[in-house]
């Protein structure tokens, strides 16, 4: 699903962000990527969603090559993608229903099946019946929950998440790495950042990591083979 | 699960998606509007002012120029007949004139037709009475050029050759003052489109300024939407709804305005042109000056929203 060849990101200033990074995320899949601060996670997942392109080499998702993907095809593109931030990035001015109809809305769904996508997105994520709140009143973990109802309505194929459970304490950050299985289990590719080694090693998924923009750790599932099928 | 992207959409759900996608934006920046109405009216009311001015002007202008128009229609040439000249010999004259490709119409005025006409109009009946059965009138031929601007042009060698009729004694024609007054009104025209096209500038500058106070106000919510996969024309659609939202009501504003304007004039103008035994009454040619409005506010507030888009909604997500 998702492929890196060789990719190094080199940014105006110089700084080099990744270098030389090659891996696979096969489809349905579920990987972590760790590391410090500033070894290149967010970078990785920005060459993923098309916010940046590569220097050098070659990022594939879903079967495109983003280096040569045009800037119009890019909306499209990310349509298929389910982004979680880390701070939850919901605009606080909407419900939490109009939070997580934005993607639908952007799809140009008809005003019934958001309706309904949306209450079944709230129901998967454990907030049936807070539709109708603002996302102040709701809690740190109720919040990030509307996040990830937001990244799977649109029923993605890729759902990558950039530290998920940042601002939230250890039961909280379980409770969310388990909803992001339960979509691992129902075919989701899904990639999460995150630099909680603790949490990453309660579970057994395969982990990639960086250091210093190299990745240091590729599990075999990960592994690229020469002519290898993503 | 595929895993390899489709990037286009089905064409009739692409028009579906389309429509939906206006329609949405359409009462999202309606709504938008309604929940922050004093800003969005200030807003209105400013461009309002500014339709309304040189609005106001032109159509002042066009009644002006109506005025003048209806003074064109007596455009004609008094030629006074030397008193030894009789009716038959008149007449006669005035068909000979009548004849010229520059002369419309001739009527004659005959010197009892005109004695008759004078003793009618109060105040003359005494210096009538003072010359007894002499009537002290001369027959007067009144000669229709005819009408248009290249007519007039020609008038004055039509003036001329009347002059030199042995027949004729006195020739009154003056058009000078109107050619005046329409030049002044032409002056005033232009100088009002010059304001016009400052404000209609100014316009878009406020519409502008408040459409770019808006992305900024929603900096967040569009980077969301970017990386949730909203094309530009997604993003620049509410703003430009309400950029023409801001402009329509704008234009109605402005109707308002003049016509609130022409109302407290319609008075005085009224009593004036009772003075000048006129009929003349201001007109704001109603219902289609308020679509007018409407329609070239619209236009300019979408024009101000479509530069602020355009320099303002390069926002990339690298934020």
Known sequence: MIRFHGVSKRYASGHEALCDVSFRVPAGEMVFLTGHSGAGKSTLLRLITAIERSTRGQVIVGGLNLSRLPRRRVPAFRRHLGVVFQNHRLLMSRTVRDNVALPLVIGGYGHGEIGRRVRAALDAVGLRGKGDAYPVTLSGGEQQRVGIARAVVHRPSVVLSDEPTGNLDPELSDEIMHLFERFHQVGVTIVIASHDIALIERMSYPVLRLVQGALTEVPAACAVQAGGAS | ?319
């Open chain 2, 1 to 319: 699960m595929n895993s390899t992207f489709d990037l286009d959409r089905a064409p009739k759900r692409r028009l579906k998606s389309w429509l939906t996608g206006h329609l949405q934006s359409l009462f999202s920046s309606l709504g938008l509007l309604f929940r922050s109405p004093g800003a969005a009216l200030l807003t209105s009311a400013v461009i309002g002012v500014a339709l309304a001015l040189p609005t106001g002007f032109l159509l002042l202008l066009n009644n002006a120029e109506r005025l003048g128009r209806g003074w064109e229609g007596n455009t004609e040439i008094s030629v006074f007949l030397r008193m030894e000249v009789g009716d038959g010999e008149a007449a006669r004259l005035a068909r000979e004139i009548a004849l010229r490709r520059d002369v419309d119409r001739v009527r004659v005025v005959s010197r009892a037709a005109a004695l008759e006409e004078y003793k009618q109009r109060s105040g003359f009946t005494d210096v009538i009475a003072a010359f007894g059965d002499r009537n002290p009138l001369p027959t007067v031929l009144l000669v229709e050029p005819p009408r248009g601007i290249e007519a007039l042009a020609n008038v004055a060698g039509l003036v001329a050759s009347l002059r030199a009729m042995p027949e004729v004694d006195l020739v009154l024609y003056d058009l000078k003052w109107l050619r005046r007054f329409e030049g002044i009104v032409g002056t005033l025209r232009r100088g009002t489109m010059i304001l016009a096209s400052l404000l209609a500038l100014g316009v878009i500058l406020i519409v502008g300024n408040t459409i770019r106070l808006t992305i900024d106000g929603r900096r967040e919510e569009i980077l969301i939407a970017k990386l949730c996969g909203a094309t530009d024309a997604f993003i620049r659609r509410p703003f430009l709804y309400s950029g023409l939202w801001h402009g329509m009501v704008g234009g109605l504003i402005a109707a308002i305005l003049v016509g609130v304007g022409f109302e407290l004039l319609r008075g005085p103008v009224a009593h004036l042109a009772e003075l000048y035994h006129s009929e003349f009454a201001l007109t704001t040619q109603g219902s289609s000056t308020i679509l007018r409005l409407v329609m070239i506010g619209g236009a300019l507030g979408l024009g101000g929203a479509w530069a602020a888009v355009a320099r303002h909604l390069r926002i990339e997500e690298t934020a």
